[in-house]
């Protein structure tokens, strides 16, 4: 249990790093992209921009689901093969327990990037502004100060790979503590192994969902037809964040789709035939919240 645990930390790390370095490798070339079709097109910069962001956020959720899934492939095979002779169903309650390693791992190099990142930022920052705008005479970020090369260095290692691998942690951990709650629940009920391994696995799949959803949902970020789009026009220029939330809607009204279906699927009790549709209704309270948020605030 002791080198699962330290295999699955280094296998979390790794991910972690991997997330936080697509994150600012998305960010840096994204961001000149962003500048040059500015000049040009507002919609071809907002879609580049929001398609960065989009890229690197699928490939968090990706390495997430990819790295729990693979150690709970390795787990099964492994409790299979240990199984006393004639149990048929090993106790599978017990992986994502044996799976926590996972989350430290992740959460370990997530707190090194945002931690390092930004102190090592706020120092460079303060630094360039103590340096530039109070003894030289000259504005803030200014290409003179050799400073802010290092502050602007921080503010990727922090904002953009510290964010991702915090991401990438807050997922992970999500997802385990589920899966964890998932088998203690249907053990305590004293479920069958089918319908057990539905509730365990329930979580992996909402969250391949996510993947679909918002991959379709990117498309439709985009301005509408005849809105000005170039700087010649002069024409009034659409809010960016109206243009976002048209995706976001399609984005709720595809996951509510899909979360009846998926609920329908692994939450089915054959005993109660209506839980999986009340199970569906609280995961639709989650997204009305959700919509709420964008809403008021």
């Known amino acids: 249990m002791a080198l699962i645990t330290s295999i699955s930390f280094l296998i979390g790390a790794n991910c972690s790093a991997l997330s ?27 879609q580049i921009c929001f398609r960065g962001g989009a890229f690197s956020a699928i490939i968090n959720v990706a390495l997430a689901i990819f790295g729990i899934s693979v150690m709970y492939l390795v787990m099964s095979f492994i409790f299979y093969i240990n199984a006393p002779q ?39 920052d303060v630094g360039a502004d103590l340096i530039g705008k109070v003894e030289n005479d000259i504005p803030e970020d200014d290409a003179r100060n ?24 807050s997922i992970t951990a999500e997802i385990l503590s589920a899966m964890i709650l998932g088998g203690a629940m249907a053990e305590n009920a004293e479920l069958d ?10 979580p992996l799949v909402v969250h391949s969902l996510d993947l679909i959803v918002s991959t379709i949902a990117v498309f439709f970020v985009k301005t509408k037809p005849g809105v000005p789009h170039y700087t010649r026009d002069y024409g009034e220029i659409e809010d960016p964040l109206d243009v976002m939330k048209r995706g976001y809607y399609v984005s709720l009204g595809l996951a509510l789709v899909g979360l009846f279906f998926i609920c329908n699927r692994f939450l089915n009790i054959p005993q109660l035939p209506s839980a999986s549709f009340y199970f569906f209704l609280c995961s639709a309270v989650g997204v009305v919240v959700s919509f709420l948020f964008i809403k008021i605030t």
């Open 86 to 124: 004639g149990v048929l169903h090993p106790p599978i309650e017990e992986i994502p327990v044996v799976l926590v390693g996972f989350g430290f791992g992740a959460s370990f190099v997530a707190m090194f990037a945002q931690l390092g990142g930004g102190i090592y930022t706020k120092a460079a």
């Open 193 to 202: 192994f089918s319908t057990k391994s539905g509730f365990i696995l329930f």
């Open 20 to 46: 936080g370095y697509a994150g600012i490798w998305v960010s840096v070339r994204a961001n000149v992209r962003v500048a040059a079709s500015a000049r040009k097109c507002y919609n071809e910069a907002l």
């Open 146 to 169: 050799p400073a802010v090369v290092a502050d602007l260095v921080g503010d990727n290692v922090g904002d953009c790979a510290g964010q991702c691998a915090d991401l990438f942690e």
